[in-house]
């Protein structure tokens, strides 16, 4: 299983960015999928959850109405959208497969004027 993250960078407080997840080395199109998110000097906490198909989603109470996880299986990747982003959304985000719990490498989003 491997796990490549990618669409980070620095924003703009009230900006946004979109954060890929390449997955391979199982059937993704059958496993529900996890973003999550460490800040430093934090514990990594979930962000969010889609369900396998895709018509599931689960949301942490802070990233409702700004953050949207969506999946396109048939290019096995997961995404999230990172809206209206402020800076206590500065961490590295990570994708996580719920098949072998496998995580990415990470990508850095930070959030400053």
């Known amino acids: 299983v491997q796990l490549v993250e990618s669409g980070g960078g620095l924003v703009q407080p009230g900006g946004s960015l979109r954060l890929s997840c390449a997955a391979s080395g199982f059937s993704f199109s059958r496993y529900s999928m996890s973003w999550y998110r460490q800040a430093p000097g934090k514990e990594r906490e979930p962000v969010a959850v889609i369900s396998a198909a895709g018509g599931s989603t689960n949301y942490a109470d802070s990233m409702k109405g700004r953050f949207t996880i969506s999946r396109d299986n048939a290019k096995n990747t997961v995404y999230l959208q990172m809206n209206s982003l402020k800076p206590e959304d500065t961490a590295v985000y990570y994708c996580?497969?719920?098949?072998?719990?496998?995580w990415g490498q990470g990508t850095q989003v930070t959030v400053s004027s």
């Open positions: 996580k497969d719920n098949f072998m719990g496998t």
